[in-house]
């Protein structure tokens, strides 16, 4: 059996920049299909994913995770090439080590592990593989749940496997995640010469007051699952490039990140109201990429804290911090939704590596996990 070490080596040496799988699927399903799993290929546009599946009975424990990482960034910052795997001070160095291809390998290998020990394990075990993770999202993850959902297969408890560890393995376990709402603002007023002002109308003046009010406004308290509501600002831009030219319209992109209590609907309609108030004329364009989810409690995260505790003796935070994931589509088909990966210290940066113990001991919680649910 491959260990999980060699594995992570051959996802990685695949390049598969988002939404690209060079091949990385395919070699999942190697590893599984003699065990049973059944293959089912479902490509929407230009992103590739799979549903793996082996057994048709309840309950249904599922690995979700993406095969696409991001762009290397500077290749000449990196201490070896990125897509090719080095092992340097006990240390995994590559792109997708942490985010996620580290995550796959070690669930590969555990469900290898454990249909070879418990043939007879109740219920059914499936993988849901995206290529659509790191880029726009629209046609991974969330069209292979409306797949399922379109025939009433219900995923009962199901693991991601993204990097959630913050200083050491299983020190955190992801139990939801905030809602992210995004709008882009135009702001119209009158272009004109900055020498002249009463001939023109300054977007920028127009706005500043009301966006005072907006990075001030309290939206929400948080709760006992999520901190309060967010409100930032990304980006700024107006003007025709001449500085003698006042601009006719000034162009606000900002994001909110959002508790369970507010929803989205209700963010829109304070914002468009402090518009108003201030007698604005506007353009509004808003994209709410994900509504905030938790799973406060059930089997999930008891296994989930029960098998870090057996395999690493220390007792995991249950956080809804960081950005969004692809649990965001999982979750309101009312399964139970957890992320637990390595620790997140450099994914996205150069010289992306992971602990190689880490990947042997994130095998062994999925296993424990495993015997905990299906036994």
Request: net charge negative; proline share 5%; glycine share 8%.
């Given at each position: 059996?491959?260990?999980?070490?060699?594995?992570?080596?051959q996802f990685i040496s695949r390049d598969s920049?988002?939404?690209?799988?060079?091949?990385?699927?395919?070699?999942?399903?190697?590893?599984?299909?003699?065990?049973?799993?059944?293959?089912?290929?479902?490509?929407?546009?230009?992103?590739?994913?799979?549903?793996?599946?082996?057994?048709?009975?309840?309950?249904?424990?599922?690995?979700?995770?993406?095969?696409?990482?991001?762009?290397?960034?500077?290749?000449?910052?990196?201490?070896?090439?990125?897509?090719?795997?080095?092992?340097?001070?006990?240390?995994?160095?590559?792109?997708?080590?942490?985010?996620?291809?580290?995550?796959?390998?070690?669930?590969?290998?555990?469900?290898?592990?454990?249909?070879?020990?418990?043939?007879?394990?109740?219920?059914?075990?499936?993988?849901?593989?995206?290529?659509?993770?790191?880029?726009?999202?629209?046609?991974?993850?969330?069209?292979?749940?409306?797949?399922?959902?379109?025939?009433?297969?219900?995923?009962?408890?199901?693991?991601?496997?993204?990097?959630?560890?913050?200083?050491?393995?299983?020190?955190?376990?992801?139990?939801?995640?905030r809602g992210s709402l995004g709008c882009t603002?135009?702001?119209?007023?009158?272009?004109?010469?900055?020498?002249?002002?009463?001939?023109?109308?300054?977007?920028?003046?127009?706005a500043t007051p009301m966006l005072a009010e907006?990075?001030?406004?309290?939206?929400?308290?948080?709760?006992?699952?999520?901190?309060?509501?967010?409100?930032?600002?990304?980006?700024?831009?107006?003007?025709?490039?001449?500085?003698?030219?006042?601009?006719?319209?000034?162009?606000?992109?900002?994001?909110?990140?959002?508790?369970?209590?507010?929803?989205?609907?209700?963010?829109?309609?304070?914002?468009?109201?402090?518009?108003?108030?201030?007698?604005?004329?506007?353009?509004?364009?808003?994209?709410?990429?994900?509504?905030?989810?938790?799973?406060?409690?059930?089997?999930?995260?008891?296994?989930?804290?029960?098998?870090?505790?057996?395999?690493?003796?220390?007792?995991?935070?249950?956080?809804?911090?960081?950005?969004?994931?692809?649990?965001?589509?999982?979750?309101?088909?009312?399964?139970?939704?957890?992320?637990?990966?390595?620790?997140?210290?450099?994914?996205?940066?150069?010289?992306?590596?992971?602990?190689?113990?880490?990947?042997?001991?994130?095998?062994?919680?999925?296993?424990?996990?495993?015997?905990?649910?299906?036994?």
């Open positions: 059996m491959t260990t999980t070490l060699e594995l992570t080596q920049v988002t939404p690209d799988d060079k091949g990385c699927q395919q070699l999942l399903n190697d590893n599984l299909q003699s065990l049973g799993f059944e293959l089912e290929q479902l490509n929407f546009e230009e992103v590739e994913n799979i549903w793996l599946r082996k057994g048709n009975q309840a309950p249904l424990f599922c690995f979700a995770g993406h095969t696409d990482v991001v762009p290397t960034g500077p290749v000449e910052q990196w201490n070896s090439k990125p897509f090719d795997p080095v092992v340097r001070d006990g240390m995994l160095y590559g792109r997708g080590t942490a985010d996620m291809k580290g995550s796959i390998a070690a669930m590969t290998v555990a469900v290898q592990r454990f249909i070879t020990d418990y043939p007879d394990h109740k219920g059914s075990i499936a993988f849901l593989i995206t290529s659509d993770e790191e880029g726009p999202a629209k046609n991974g993850t969330v069209k292979v749940i409306e797949t399922l959902e379109a025939r009433n297969e219900k995923i009962d408890w199901c693991l991601v496997g993204e990097p959630s560890s913050t200083t050491q393995l299983g020190d955190v376990i992801k139990n939801g995640r603002l135009t702001i119209i007023g009158k272009q004109g010469h900055v020498a002249y002002p009463h001939l023109a109308n300054n977007p920028i003046h127009l907006l990075i001030a406004m309290q939206w929400d308290a948080g709760n006992d699952f999520f901190p309060p509501t967010t409100f930032q600002i990304s980006n700024l831009h107006s003007g025709t490039g001449a500085t003698n030219v006042i601009p006719g319209e000034a162009e606000i992109v900002f994001n909110f990140r959002f508790s369970t209590e507010v929803t989205a609907d209700e963010l829109k309609a304070q914002v468009e109201a402090l518009l108003q108030k201030h007698k604005l004329d506007y353009n509004i364009d808003w994209n709410l990429s994900g509504e905030p989810f938790l799973t406060a409690e059930g089997e999930l995260v008891a296994a989930a804290v029960s098998a870090i505790k057996k395999v690493t003796g220390i007792e995991s935070e249950l956080s809804t911090s960081g950005g969004t994931s692809d649990g965001r589509f999982i979750a309101p088909t009312g399964a139970q939704v957890l992320e637990l990966g390595p620790v997140n210290a450099t994914i996205h940066q150069v010289n992306e590596c992971v602990k190689v113990a880490d990947l042997e001991l994130l095998e062994e919680v999925y296993y424990q996990m495993l015997k905990e649910l299906l036994i």
